[in-house]
């Protein structure tokens, strides 16, 4: 399973980590990903990270602001989110890719979410 | 990017019956696409991927079919635990995207 941690409330312009402790799955084979879900609004996917942590990508909306790293030997997977705007009101979901040391295909399983509310 | 649109944006249907839901591509992602069903307060759940390939565990009256730019998600007979929203997904290229969702409802 997936369990995130770290959402709160933080002001415009803070900063955050988020963490995602990942059990029971094979976490230093998986690329991870996280995805996030505005208040009322559909699935954003966020930003990537393989396997080893080589390559990392990102969305458009997030690139230079938010950075996912990991930490196999603790199956953690981060994600620093800094210069953060009401627009990242959400709640951020880390998920698992589905195929085996993978680029990117489907999210499998994914975790209860963490919320974090960008407000003043 | 690659814009996924989903049709309806919600429905209401009754027990047993025979839903779909269509999701579209702007530009061709061969059979790279998935389905979810997302319930509040619960973890995201992968149901189809690969377009038509069913995951572990998920019941069989989920299904799903197409390839390159139209695609289709089926529920043969709706169960009222099916209450929830679907979302589609491509992974054909970078930023992966979903569809808007559909909400089903029972009537």
């Known amino acids: 399973q997936l369990v995130e941690s770290g959402g709160g409330v933080v002001q415009p312009g803070g900063s955050l980590r988020l963490s995602c402790i990942a059990s029971?799955?094979?976490?230093?084979?998986?690329?991870m990903h996280w995805v996030r879900q505005a208040p009322g609004k559909g699935l954003e996917w966020v930003a990537f990270t393989h396997y080893d942590g080589s390559d990392k990508f990102y969305a458009d909306s997030v690139k230079g602001r938010f950075t996912i790293s990991r930490d196999n030997s603790k199956n953690a997977l981060y994600l620093e989110m800094n210069s953060l705007r009401p627009e990242d009101t959400a709640v951020y979901y880390c998920a698992k890719d589905g195929k085996y040391r993978s680029s990117w295909s489907w999210f499998d399983p994914w975790g209860q979410g963490t919320l974090v509310t960008v407000s003043s | 990017d690659i814009q996924m649109t989903q049709s309806p944006s919600s429905l209401s249907a009754s027990v047993g019956d025979r839903l779909t839901i269509t999701c579209q591509a702007s530009q061709g992602v061969k059979n790279f696409l998935n389905w979810y069903q997302l319930k509040p307060g619960k973890a995201p759940k992968l149901l189809i991927y690969d377009a038509s390939n069913l995951e572990t565990g998920v019941p069989s009256r989920f299904s799903g079919s197409g390839f390159g730019t139209h695609f289709t998600f089926t529920i043969s007979s709706l169960q009222p635990e099916d209450i929830a929203t679907y979302y589609c997904q491509q992974y054909h290229n970078l930023p992966l995207t979903f569809g808007p969702g559909t909400k089903v409802n029972i009537k």
């Open positions: 029971g799955i094979t976490f230093s084979n998986s690329a």
